[in-house]
């Protein structure tokens, strides 16, 4: 495990490392609906296999990275965060609630890493000049790394 891959799985745990809680009935304000809502969204749990899915698609962004695809190597000037692989996790755990789930799977992530890792590539002159969209480097980072 790099040193960036451990720091980046240190900053999910921290951030998404809460322990779980039994389900309560909804309250009636609306401060009390959004505290549970809250609260229910962290609680699918998640495997730290599919955490490291989840960096590596966010180090695979990254034009230097062993995971990088050939058109991220080609055309990223600089790629996702951290906060990215927080963002994949998030996401992941409220994709894995709308199927019904109580754990994240890589389907979930896959699901998610589009809308979560888009904006989030910063194209050098040469994928501007090529028009290379960044739907197309994330379709081709989510083909290359294995879950």
Known sequence: ??????CAFALIVATFGL???P???WG????????QAQTEILR?????PVQSYAIRLTLGTHPDSPHAGAMAKRYVRYGASPRASQALV?????HALTRGQAFVSPDDIRAV???ALRHRILL???GEADEVSTDAIVQELLAGVAP
């Open 124 to 126: 050098n002159f040469e």
């Open 90 to 94: 998030l996401a992941g755990k409220i």
């Open 44 to 48: 699918p749990e998640i495997a730290k």
């Open 28 to 35: 009636t304000s609306a401060a009390q609906a959004q505290t």
């Open 113 to 115: 890493a589009l809308p």
């Open 19 to 21: 322990p779980s809680s």
């Open 23 to 25: 389900i309560t009935p």
């Open 1 to 6: 495990m790099t040193r960036a891959h451990s």
